[in-house]
T-cell receptor, first 112, second 113 residues
Framework: DAGVTQSPTHLIKTRGQQVTLRCSPI?????VSWYQQVLGQGPQFIFQ???????GRGNFPDRFSARQFPNYSSELNVNALLLGDSALYLC???????????FGSGTRLTVV | GENVEQHPSTLSVQEGDSAVIKCTYS??????FPWYKQELGKRPQLIID?????GEKKDQRIAVTLNKTAKHFSLHITETQPEDSAVYFC????????????FGKGITLSVRP
């Protein structure tokens, strides 16, 4: 079984640009969450989606948005990129609320 | 909101010794506490978790204990090996489909051969 897959693995963008990150959950997992991990810190919650509906949003500006598709894959969009958006963006999925989250390998975003 | 703190920030042990990593949380409504191991450049991997209806859980060399009254939980690794060297994150969340994980800042464990 494939794990959580994310694409691209690495990305370099210029300040002010927009970026879209993609995530495919483990087959059968309907819950997908996005986290931002800055170097030297723990992951910080951005969004949670379940059955294509937003179920939670972390303390991030409106420049961050996401959606979940009918096949439960998800996209994270960030507009008007800032240098401070440089981080590892992690996607996680889980089967049910009683099971733990499995993380993908992440997308390393560098904003220059 | 929930606040999770880890201490110490770094820990160095001799191979074969035990390591204990402690976390505290602030929200008494939290009832799910996972531990993740992250090696350099890799994804966080769930190594063990505990729910608030139990006080201890073991899996081979790894165990987690939970003290709900004091709002802290600990990861215990026995017979440490060099491959246990990594960053360990604790997290907390509430029950339900809308739960989010609140992570600590992580502890770097170094196991000296």
């Amino acid at each position: 079984d494939a794990g959580v897959t994310q694409s691209p693995t690495h990305l370099i963008k210029t300040r002010g640009q927009q970026v879209t990150l993609r995530c495919s959950p483990i087959s059968g997992h309907k819950s997908v969450s996005w986290y931002q991990q800055v170097l030297g810190q723990g992951p910080q919650f951005i969004f949670q989606y379940y059955e294509k509906e937003e179920r939670g949003r972390g303390n991030f500006p409106d420049r961050f948005s996401a959606r979940q598709f009918p096949n439960y894959s998800s996209e994270l969009n960030v507009n008007a990129l800032l240098l401070g958006d440089s981080a590892l963006y992690l996607c996680a999925s889980r089967l049910t609320a009683s099971r733990g989250y499995t993380f993908g390998s992440g997308t390393r975003l560098t904003v220059v | 909101g929930e606040n999770v703190e880890q201490h110490p920030s770094t820990l160095s042990v001799q191979e074969g010794d035990s390591a204990v990593i402690k976390c505290t949380y602030s929200d008494s409504a939290s009832n799910y506490f996972p531990w993740y191991k992250q090696e350099l450049g890799k994804r966080p991997q769930l190594i063990i978790d505990i729910r608030s209806n139990v006080g201890e859980k073991k899996d081979q060399r790894i165990a987690v204990t939970l003290n709900k009254t004091a709002k802290h939980f600990s990861l215990h690794i026995t017979e440490t090996q060099p491959e246990d060297s990594a960053v360990y994150f604790c997290a907390a969340s509430k029950a339900g489909a809308n739960s989010k994980l609140t992570f600590g800042k992580g502890i770097t464990l170094s196991v000296r051969p």
